[in-house]
C-alpha cells in the first residue's frame, strides 16, 4: 500500500513533534491560515459568477481603489482568527490600526500581519493572486501595542505565503526550510508537493514594471539594461516575466532562479511594497531557500521597522542577481 503523502498538518505535526516544549499553538495557527487559504481560492474561483469583482467604491489606507474581493479576503481573516484565541495581534494591509480583538476573550501569543489579497489588479481579469502572511510572537503580557508589532524582519517566527494560480499552493517556513503544499481542492486538503525549496543561485528571468522605467535613478535603468543585453557568456538577455503580483513572480524566482524588482523611485525613495507584511515575509521565505532579499542596497530583514504600513524598495530572488543588482544599485558597477 503506498503510503499518504504527507499533508499539511501532518507536516506541522511532525515539525512540533521536534519542538518538545510546544503547546500546539503553532499548529493550530497555521492549519487555520491554511483554511483562510481556502475560503479565499474558493471565492476567487466563483467571482465572476457571484458578482464580487470589481471595486467597492471605497479606498484603503493606502489611498488604494479597494476591490470586492480585497475586502472579502480580509473578511475571511477576521471571521477565522478575531474569535480562535490563536493570536492577541492582527494586522492588515487593508485596515489602518491592527484589528480590535475583543476583551475578555481569550488570545495567543501570535501576531499576524497580512496582506489578505496581494495582485488586486488582476483580480477581474483572471490572473493570478496572493495572500502574504508573517507571524511575530508576542512574549509580553496581555495584548501588544501597535509599537510592539512593528519587529525587525530577523524577529519573524515564521513567514509565508498563498499563491491562487492555476492551482493554490500554501508555501511556509517557520525557519527550518521552505516547504510547499498543493491544495486538493476536491477533498480541501493541501499536500506536500515541494519539500525544502531551494532557489536557484542564479536564474535567467527578471520581473518589474518596465513602465516605471523613467522614475527609477540611473543605476537601476543601468541595471535593467544590463539583464537586456545580449551576452552569452554571462547567459543574457534575461527573460522578462512580470505578472503584476508580487506573491507569482517570487513564486516562479522560487522554484525556478531570477529576481523580481521593485525599486526605490527618485521621487518615491521608499519604494511601493510594504515591509511588516509583504517584503518582511518573502525576504524570510526566499532566504531560507538560499535566496537572498535587499532594498538594493542592504538585507531587507535587517531594515529598522517604523510603522505599520511601512514602504520599502525590494530586489528578491536568487543570490547572485540580487548581489549583481546591488552591485548596480550602490555603484559598485
Ligand atoms: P495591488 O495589490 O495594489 O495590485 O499591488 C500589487 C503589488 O503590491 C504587487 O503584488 C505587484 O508586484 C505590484 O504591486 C504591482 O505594482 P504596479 O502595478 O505598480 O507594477
Not at 172 to 180: D, E, K, S
Request: contains cysteine; aromatic residues 8%; proline residues 5%.
Amino acid at each position: 500500500m503506498k503510503p499518504l503523502p504527507s499533508t499539511l498538518t501532518r507536516h506541522i505535526i511532525r515539525s512540533q513533534a521536534a519542538h518538545p516544549g510546544a503547546t500546539g499553538e503553532f499548529s493550530l495557527l497555521m492549519a487555520q491560515i491554511g483554511l483562510v487559504g481556502k475560503m479565499i481560492a474558493n471565492d476567487l474561483r466563483r467571482a465572476g459568477l457571484v458578482n464580487i469583482l470589481g471595486t467597492t467604491g471605497g479606498t484603503n489606507v493606502q489611498g488604494e481603489a479597494v476591490k470586492k474581493l480585497d475586502e472579502i479576503a480580509n473578511e475571511s481573516f477576521l471571521k477565522v482568527f478575531q474569535y480562535s484565541g490563536l493570536v492577541c495581534a492582527l494586522v492588515s494591509e487593508e485596515m489602518e490600526k491592527p484589528v480590535h480583538l475583543p476583551e475578555n476573550w481569550p488570545t495567543g501569543k501570535y501576531m499576524l500581519l497580512f496582506d489578505p489579497l496581494d495582485g488586486s489588479s488582476n483580480t477581474d481579469v483572471n490572473m493570478p493572486l496572493g495572500t502574504i502572511f508573517s507571524i511575530l510572537r508576542h512574549d509580553g503580557k496581555g495584548l501588544p501595542t501597535e509599537a510592539e508589532m512593528i519587529r525587525k524582519g530577523t524577529k519573524q517566527e515564521a513567514a509565508g505565503y498563498i499563491m491562487y494560480g492555476s492551482s493554490t499552493m500554501l508555501v511556509f517556513t517557520a525557519g527550518h526550510g521552505v516547504h510547499g503544499f498543493t491544495l486538493d481542492p476536491e477533498i480541501g486538503e493541501y499536500y506536500l508537493s515541494h519539500e525544502n525549496i531551494q532557489i536557484p543561485s542564479r536564474g535567467r528571468v527578471y520581473a518589474v514594471n518596465e513602465g516605471n522605467a523613467k522614475k527609477w535613478p540611473e543605476c537601476t535603468r543601468k541595471f535593467v539594461e544590463y539583464l537586456k543585453a545580449s551576452d552569452k557568456q554571462t547567459g543574457r538577455p534575461y527573460a522578462g516575466r512580470y505578472s503584476g503580483c508580487l506573491v507569482a513572480d517570487v513564486h516562479r524566482m522560487l522554484l525556478g532562479g531570477g529576481l523580481y524588482l521593485y525599486p526605490a523611485e527618485v521621487d518615491k525613495p521608499e519604494g511601493k511594497l510594504r515591509l511588516l507584511y509583504e517584503a518582511n515575509p518573502l525576504a524570510m521565505v526566499v532566504e531560507q531557500a538560499g535566496g537572498k532579499a535587499s532594498t538594493g542596497t542592504m538585507r531587507i530583514l535587517d531594515v529598522e521597522a517604523k510603522s505599520l504600513h511601512q514602504r520599502v524598495p525590494l530586489v528578491i530572488g536568487s543570490r547572485d542577481d540580487v548581489t549583481l543588482a546591488e552591485d548596480f544599485m550602490l555603484g559598485v558597477r
